[in-house]
């Protein structure tokens, strides 16, 4: 089967996008704060805003997207800690919803309710309430200032490590995913993510993060942002650094996405990383959805990129599904009971 | 003949780094600031001082480097205005010296007395003294907060056009380098480099500036830092925001160096961005040093990667030397006037 790893809820119904702009709306004025979190959106409503990813899962012959919230919509700088738990659980219950309306197609990845400044332990209620909901891993923000990059790195002890514990606990995975960005210097799709992958491998070669956490997995998208195509300068970067190979100080517990939109670069990727750390993904209906006119086919088409590696078709079998399994251990469990 | 497009001066004498010491103790006791900013280092130890490029050069068969100050030694967001502006004007100063003392070996670039907060425009002095004295080109820092990211954007007229207009005027060009990060989460040569690199680019997609300034030439140093292993990103992204092709609406004006440390980086690179827009450079004595254990050669021996390029012996020509002719004009007068 092929799964793709990446793909978030960006057809949401508007019910979800009004309810967003009254509850925002009510930190400036509290008569237009939203008189319920109950949005009324039914079953049908649910099924019918993610036709257009269940046609191109067919069109491009992918079986199953591990789908979570809208990154750009976690937003965890806006509003106040309050407005963002109560909007990340709202968020997390619909994806709950569609992936046990459509269990075959969806596997759910959550949001977590980060606040800049507020220590991530307080995440710990929803990742919990998560994990017993099914999920099988969650968004993890390195930047909730959304472009500012107030809070500490990822492998501060004191900030980050109650949140690790808890997260190989439940043997859940984590996407390092920034959101948007409110940094006028920073595009959110062109920039922001693709520094926040860059920013977060780097964090983590300074580090000894798997040395306490051996368990913990961390999943960079966007192909690991600059990380392929600057593999020499992290290899010269860490034996400067007197740390041990990147295949032993890292790729254990780190993870890449196939979110690379063009040949060249799913090629460079496969030559440098390791297929073992290569997972699948097309972000789709994401970052960017035009043809490309030089092929005819969609830049995020990525499924043809790695049909057309120079590798084998046992290789290619665990970037589509086997490293996915495997890094992701609940969908594993997930699909087993689904006798799949 | 072959021009390393990126050197920065890493082996400064000793003298220079304590009068930097004094220079910023002063602000906190100005009992400690330096007496004098006439440092005494004589023309023999500027030559001693490089004799590590200069041995390098030849052991990899370079001929000239365009050099300029350390990047991280800038430091734009380290002191006031007015420090800044002295410590500016005497790194500048030990460049133009080097370059007048080897000028077969270094060609000068300098860096501005850029401040947070402050408008481009004061380096304006700065750089009207460095284009009397022969220089070619100069740094300019995106972000002088060192990784805060609190100026505006490349693109903002009223703050950077000013410059600009000196810039196309002189006919100075511009590598767009951040220095030294003073934001934790960013390591300077691993992740705010290269995310500055990708942010500027991303910047320029999204403007329009070069309809403003069709002569105005930027390198984007450490091969573009993740833009050519995302080049259908790019490609896709410029297309949904109806921008003109990237080939039209930025590389007429926009260049790139070979700061990437490993084959299939560099090979990603030529396979996407036009030969025309590719400068060798290899950032030596820079930052990595290490040996790859791999191949037995340093990271930075850059020109490896490009002899072992599927393309013609006059398209590596042109990475070696045309490009860098075209692309820094002022150091094509300076080579024609040495009858080069």
Chains 1, 2 share one sequence.
Not at 52 to 70: C, H, N, V
Not at 87 to 101: A, F, G, K, V
């Amino acid at each position: 089967m092929i799964i793709d790893i990446h793909g978030h809820y960006t057809t949401e119904p508007q019910k979800l996008l009004s309810f967003r702009d009254k509850q925002l709306a009510g930190l400036a004025d509290a008569m237009r704060k939203p008189a319920t979190n109950e949005l009324g959106i039914t079953d049908e409503e649910l099924v019918a805003s993610v036709q257009p990813q269940l046609k191109l899962q067919k069109e491009r012959a992918s079986d199953l997207t591990i789908f979570s919230p809208r990154a750009a919509g976690m937003a965890h700088h806006v509003g106040t800690e309050a407005t963002g738990i109560e909007w990340t659980r709202m968020s997390n219950d619909l994806i709950h919803r569609i992936c046990s309306l459509l269990p075959d197609n969806f596997a759910p990845v959550g949001q977590l309710p980060q606040h800049p400044g507020v220590p991530p332990k307080n995440c710990i209620p929803e990742l919990e309430r998560l994990a017993k909901l099914g999920f099988v891993g969650v968004n993890l923000n390195p930047d909730p200032a959304g472009g500012y990059w107030t809070d500490p790195p990822l492998t501060n002890k004191g900030w980050w490590y109650p949140l690790y514990e808890k997260l190989a606990e439940l043997e859940m995975t984590a996407m390092i995913h920034v959101t948007s960005s409110c940094n006028p210097v920073f595009h959110y799709t062109g920039a922001h993510y693709i520094n926040g992958d860059t920013t977060a491998f780097m964090q983590l070669i300074q580090g000894n993060l798997f040395k306490d956490f051996p368990t913990l997995r961390f999943v960079i998208p966007h192909g690991g942002g600059a990380v392929p195509f600057h593999w020499g300068r992290y290899r010269g970067l860490a034996i400067e650094m007197k740390k041990p190979p990147l295949t032993e100080h890292l790729l254990k517990n780190v993870f890449f996405d196939t979110c690379v939109y063009h040949q060249a670069g799913i090629d460079c990727m496969a030559r440098v990383i390791p297929l073992d750390n290569i997972l699948f993904a097309s972000e789709m209906l994401g970052a960017v959805k035009a043809v490309d006119p030089e092929s005819g086919h969609n830049f995020d088409d990525t499924k043809r990129y790695i049909d057309k590696l120079d590798i084998s078709g046992a290789d290619k079998a665990k970037i589509f599904e086997g490293n996915a399994r495997r890094v992701y251990p609940r969908l594993d469990k997930r699909l087993k009971e689904r006798k799949k």
